[in-house]
């Protein structure tokens, strides 16, 4: 699920002709989304839009002038955001507002994020942008609250265009209307940051002789073999696994793992078979064999006693402590988890992101890319919005080369230089970016999530430019000179540079179930299933003995059954297929 960011996790509008941003994710599914979604296999990256897709502006001498010669006077709008270290007063927000004349005023979100979307839209008094998930774009929607983006964009949208080329149509619900816009990936293969789901502390390795640690049953020896050695760390006691149920991180933390674990492509709370048959994913043997992990953790005090009631937060304030030993714990969980150990000097207690499998026999398929991004920054323009065509200037921005290099390598001469035709991080960005988590906000260079990392519109790591240099300065070379001496070592044990080593070759999809709009038959059966999966998974972990596990499992997926499964899973196959068919057609299988 991607999660989120799901996290995540992870990670609704109206289905799209063939759209992967405009369709929806499911409410459970949040951001999740997996982090390993780098990006697509477009040939051209700045290629222009072809006539299929409404031309390019820039042909059009009006059009043209009103994109290169944008109204630059002050103006200032409100975004919605859950992330209170968000701020404006930064370099690349002053940047910024000095080539568009835009501001943005954060309207930050307390608490549950979603909740807050729903009030928000009941009263009708929500911000100009809003950064949305798919589930409520399509919410927002129906409800009048938002407006459609063809025109702007047609307008005041050239490099928009430019840049999603002949993914442009994907923008597109199936009425035509452009409800939303996020990122159009364009590189051709998974980010050299992208890292497994699965995380073991280094010293959990180091004591254990740096073994091979590919299955669930040789992770559990060495989690039970170190608490046993250790049962305290700090003067605290030793966790040998963490997960975190309350709120919607639950479908990151209950599903997710078993759909890597099973070497799965992500589809959310769903499997899709090789006859596109959808199944409910809790629901499958490997969800049991998951659970009874989880079951035997916790029967030999190894689980998180607080798992159940544990958020996202949470869980990240218990691994930035140290004595957390391993967990599902996808980068977009993470978070600055890791920033924070070393900070406190504790670099043996960061975490090897490695995969894990039920078996040594899994053939692991689930790193895979799209050509679109998504999750929950689809910026929406609200009705609210008095000056809709400016915000529109302000994105197209964004897309423009000039606003890829200055969102994603920051200001020149400050936080990079350019060396022989090529741009180059600075030392000090180097420097503060690996000792100070919060610098990223500093700079302005982290922002309301919209590409993969939760940065501006991001073209995807390993994307070229019209100069020929890259759109983003995360390269191998960088991933692996901001690694710290211990994490060089324990990759080499491995014989990794790495994190994205351990990963399987990439393969191309062209989207995820968890993006598609659920049909409206389907909610009140969602909404059922969610409860009783929620109320089975204490009991079954907790379970005393096998017997009690065997009889909460079936328990379990009897109420599951009763609340409407198979209609459910059968109306999500026919969903599935659509989207197929619709995308085929359109892309020609591109």
């Not at 040998?240 to 992500?266: L, S, V």
């Not at 049991?288 to 916790?298: A, C, G, I, R, S």
């Not at 540079?497 to 990963?503: E, Q, Y």
């Not at 909404?527 to 379970?543: E, F, H, V």
């Amino acid at each position: 699920m991607r999660g989120c960011h799901m996290k995540a996790k992870t990670v609704k509008r109206t289905l799209a002709l063939l759209s992967i941003t405009c369709m929806t994710a499911l409410v459970f599914t949040a951001c999740s989304s997996s982090n390993n979604n780098g990006g697509n296999t477009t040939d051209n990256a700045n290629k222009p839009a072809t006539s299929n897709n409404g031309g390019n502006a820039a042909a059009n001498g009006e059009e043209n002038k009103a994109a290169t010669t944008p109204d630059l006077s002050p103006i200032t709008f409100s975004i919605s955001t859950s992330d209170n270290k968000l701020n404006w007063d930064n370099p690349v927000s002053q940047k910024l507002t000095e080539k568009t004349g835009a501001t943005l005023k954060y309207d930050l979100i307390v608490g549950d994020e979603k909740q807050k979307w729903d009030i928000w839209l009941a009263g009708g008094d929500y911000p100009d942008i809003m950064p949305l998930d798919p589930e409520h774009v399509k919410k927002y929607k129906d409800a009048g609250a938002i407006i459609p983006l063809n025109d702007l964009i047609d307008q005041y949208g050239p490099h928009i265009k430019e840049k999603y080329g002949d993914y442009y149509n994907l923008l597109k619900s199936d009425d035509g209307s452009i409800d939303s816009i996020s990122s159009v990936l364009l590189n051709k293969e998974a980010s050299p940051d992208a890292v497994p789901n699965f995380v073991v502390q280094y010293d959990v390795l180091k004591e254990a002789g740096y073994p091979t640690i590919k299955t669930l049953d040789q992770l559990y020896d060495v989690i039970a073999a170190y608490v046993k050695n250790h049962p305290k760390i700090d003067g605290k006691e030793t966790i040998g696994y963490t997960a975190a149920m309350a709120d919607w991180i639950m479908d990151a933390e209950f599903n997710n793992p078993i759909t890597f674990a099973a070497g799965q492509i992500d589809h959310g709370n769903f499997r899709i078979g090789g006859d596109g048959k959808v199944t409910y994913n809790p629901l499958t043997d490997d969800a049991k064999t998951y659970d009874q992990f989880l079951n035997k953790l916790y029967a030999n005090g190894l689980l998180d006693k607080e798992t159940f009631s544990l958020n996202m937060d949470g869980m990240r304030a218990k691994m930035a402590q140290g004595r957390v030993l391993a967990a599902f714990a996808p980068g977009w969980i993470m978070g600055d988890t890791e920033k924070s150990l070393r900070a406190a000097s504790k670099p043996e207690r960061a975490y090897a992101h490695i995969p894990i499998y039920f078996n040594e026999n899994v053939v692991d398929h689930n790193n895979t890319i799209t050509p679109i991004g998504t999750g929950t920054g689809q910026w929406v323009i609200t009705k609210n919005a008095k000056n809709p065509e400016r915000i529109m200037q302000f994105i197209d921005y964004l897309f423009s080369d000039e606003g890829q290099v200055l969102t994603h390598w920051g200001v020149e001469d400050k936080d990079y230089s350019v060396v022989d035709g090529k741009r180059v991080e600075n030392p000090d960005k180097i420097k503060n970016m690996a000792s100070d988590p919060d610098y990223m906000y500093k700079t302005g260079l982290k922002s309301v999530s919209s590409g993969p990392a939760g940065e501006w519109f991001s073209l995807g790591n390993g994307t070229k430019l019209a100069d020929g240099d890259y759109a983003t300065p995360t390269t191998k070379d960088s991933v692996i000179r901001d690694y710290d001496d211990m994490t060089k070592e324990v990759l080499a044990k491995y014989g990794k540079t790495v994190w994205a080593d351990f990963l399987p070759p990439v393969e191309k999809v062209p989207g995820y179930l968890w993006q598609l709009t659920p049909p409206d038959s389907t909610k009140v059966q969602q909404q059922k299933i969610s409860a009783d999966w929620r109320k089975g998974i204490p009991k079954l972990i907790m379970s005393k003995n096998a017997d009690e596990f065997e009889q909460n499992w079936n328990a379990m997926k009897d109420n599951i059954s009763k609340d409407g499964l198979a209609d459910y899973e059968a109306a999500f196959t026919t969903l599935w297929g659509d989207f197929v068919s619709k995308y085929e057609a359109q892309l020609g299988g591109n």
